[in-house]
């Protein structure tokens, strides 16, 4: 157990539909990162914030944000869902302060199926 | 960009066997960080072992050590003694040591332990 957590585990949605995944880092990390595994892509970065800042960000679609909150946790928003768009979320956290490049610990992921 | 190059799509190894994963990986920077994570079939990404690109030292964990060539820019990983829990998909990935600290991730290699 990595300590982070994500859920729902699993979610399945139909096309044009919004979803919100969510994600609590481990006690005393302050960024989170989120990536997609799909079979095509692999494993892609898609954006991180860091103590409630947007620090970066990959291959994000536009369709697609990200917030973190006060309380560290963080939600990932995807909009106009299309069938692609199916994959396995996850959340990774580390403590990274900006000037040292910590390990990032990977959540359970939340699969998403789009029908 | 960076990239990653996972070479083997597949490979197996005979139960207490030593087997050998590649990556190599292109970069035009000095400072970065290299790691391994393992996926097994319950999708969770697992940390096997980190290297940081100014250390000369291979990193090891227990059965498991990397053999670090910068100049080449290769990042090889090495199972000892392989056990059935080691059935796997490995992933090699990259972070940069400055700026944003994504993970870029290799394709992966399915390992399978044969008992």
């Known amino acids: 157990d990595s300590g982070v957590t994500q859920t729902p585990k699993h979610l399945i949605t139909a096309t044009g539909q919004r979803v919100t995944l969510r994600c609590s880092p481990r006690s005393g990390d302050l960024s989170v990162y989120w990536y997609q595994q799909s079979l095509d892509q692999g494993l892609q970065f898609l954006i991180q914030?860091?103590?409630?800042?947007?620090?970066a960000k990959g291959n994000i679609l536009e369709r697609f944000s990200a917030q973190q909150f006060p309380d560290l946790h963080s939600e990932l928003n995807l909009s106009s869902l299309e069938l692609g768009d199916s994959a396995l979320y996850f959340c990774?956290?580390?403590?990274?302060?900006?000037?040292?490049?910590?390990?990032?610990?990977f959540g359970p992921g939340t699969r998403l199926t789009v029908l | 960009a960076q990239t990653v190059t996972q070479s083997q799509p597949e490979m197996s190894v005979q139960e207490a066997e030593t087997v050998t994963l590649s990556c190599t990986y292109d970069t035009s920077e000095s400072n970065y960080y290299l790691f391994w994570y393992k996926q097994p079939p319950s999708r969770q990404m697992i940390l096997v072992i980190r290297q940081e690109a100014y250390k000369q030292q291979n990193a090891t964990e227990n059965r498991f050590s990397v053999n670090f060539q910068k100049a080449a820019k290769s990042f090889s990983l090495k199972i000892s003694d392989s056990q059935l829990g080691d059935t796997a998909m490995y992933f090699c990935a990259f972070m940069s040591g400055a700026g944003s600290y994504q993970l870029t991730f290799g394709k992966g290699t399915k390992l399978s332990v044969i008992p």
């Open positions: 990774a956290s580390s403590v990274t302060s900006g000037r040292v490049a910590d390990t990032q610990y």
């Open positions: 914030y860091y103590n409630g800042e947007e620090r």
